[in-house]
């Protein structure tokens, strides 16, 4: 199998192993295991702090060890192993030990892919091959979306777990096939001594890695409440099914970020990928005051499409800038992996803050509320595009 094509093949199996059952899992817990609401958010915080704590760690062993593909079948073992695990489990501490081993293992995919990508291509084709990769990463959410939907119709909720599962055998065999002399080291570390600092302290000193994640959590803070809260809205007001009007967005969205990926990684190929996030930001603005005057659930639709557009856009455009930034010094996945946490930490404060303004002031205003962190998040955006730009061209494009 050609190294790219394997590239693809794997992006396209971990998109339904990195989350784990993700929303799935919330719905076996009530159905199957009849676990009250309670239970069910304790477990989810759990999971949600554990991906915090371990993403920046995950990101400096890659850098520090190297063996990208190693570290990818360790972290799909880890994910199915996990998952699986919660199935015979019934107690509430076995439980949360497995889906903590699978929140260990999703949070390790991530840069031991990007750091697999890095190592076959380097980084002058790197741009070109995020997008792909995240175009089949999106391809395999909807394909795994469907094949859950049709098992749990057919199967019962359980089927969820054997779903996840084969794509996890995907996964490993798809490793397997990549060739290892197809990974260089030269390419993946940009010709960093094998001594380069991985610190995390050293990626924090970095200001515009800094400025990129308190951009990025400033986005996130507003983003991760829309699509949850739309939702509640439509329900609240009694405007048709929101569950099917939210389970078909979900499907949209992926589908949708389809060719946003593909379009993002050109841009970045041809001169735009410092302002890609101030476009991403900027849609995100438009996107919130949209949701405060959505009352019918035909919102829905275009409102995701626009979510689909800033999410597609940061999943290439965040590998690609934390790339630039620290190319050369043998610790970009360490950095990918301290972006990753400012990233959770405003997605993990989002529920509640929107919560909190829909309970104290109103649907509407809530919502513009929570487009207020997305217009900081473009001011950010907009300085770090500016520092971004005075960036060393050659550099950035060099060949490894």
């Known amino acids: 199998m050609p190294p790219t094509a394997g590239l693809a093949a794997l992006n396209f199996f971990t998109a339904d192993v990195q ?19 309670e239970r069910i958010g304790f477990v989810m915080t759990v999971s949600g702090i554990a991906g915090l704590v371990f993403n920046g760690p ?16 360790i972290a799909t073992a ?8 919660m199935l015979p489990a019934g107690s509430f501490i076995a439980i949360v030990s497995a889906q903590i081993a699978a929140t260990a293992g999703g949070a390790l995919m991530a840069p031991a ?26 391809a395999g959410n909807v394909v795994a979306a469907l094949l859950v939907a049709a098992a749990t119709f057919a199967l019962g909720a359980a089927s969820a777990f054997w779903v996840l599962a084969g794509m996890a055998v995907g996964s490993l065999l798809t490793l397997l096939a990549i060739p290892s002399r197809a990974i260089t080291d030269r390419r993946l570390r940009g010709h960093a001594s094998d001594n380069a600092d991985a610190a995390l302290l050293s990626v924090l000193a970095d200001r515009r890695l800094l400025a990129l994640g308190f951009a990025l959590l400033l986005f996130h803070l507003g983003n991760a409440a829309m699509l949850p809260q739309l939702g509640q809205r439509m329900a609240a007001i009694g405007r048709g099914d929101a569950t099917r009007w939210l389970a078909a967005c979900v499907i949209i969205a992926q ?38 005057m959505a009352t019918e659930p035909l919102w829905l639709v275009p ?37 990753a946490t400012f990233q959770g930490i405003g997605a993990a404060l989002s529920g509640s803050f929107g919560g909190v303004l ?22 950010l955006s907009l300085l770090l595009a500016g520092q971004a730009s005075r960036l060393n061209a050659a550099a950035i494009r060099a060949r490894v």
Request: glycine share 12%.
């Open 255 to 292: 589908l949708t970020m389809v060719p946003v990926a593909i379009a993002t990684s050109w841009a970045a190929d041809h001169g735009y990928r410092t302002w890609l996030l101030p476009a991403t930001c900027a849609v995100l603005c438009i996107r919130g005051v949209m949701a405060a």
């Open 113 to 138: 892919v990007t750091a697999l990508t890095l190592g076959i291509v380097g980084k002058a084709a790197f741009a070109h091959q995020q997008g792909r990769n995240q175009a089949w990463n999106h």
């Open 19 to 37: 989350g784990g059952l993700g929303p799935f899992l919330a719905t076996w817990l009530a159905a199957s295991a009849h676990w009250s609401a």
């Open 358 to 379: 829909a309970t104290q002031i109103g649907w509407t205003a809530s919502f513009l509320g929570l487009t207020a962190p997305a217009v900081a998040a473009l001011a």
């Open 78 to 85: 880890a994910v199915a192993t996990g998952t699986l695990a």
């Open 303 to 339: 409102i995701q499409m626009l979510d689909a557009c800033g999410a597609g856009t940061l999943g290439v455009a965040v590998p690609i800038l934390v790339a630039d930034f620290t190319w050369g010094s043998g610790r970009t996945q360490t950095a990918l992996g301290a972006v």
């Open 58 to 73: 995950a990101g400096a062993l890659v850098d520090r060890e190297g063996r990208p593909r190693l570290f990818a079948a």
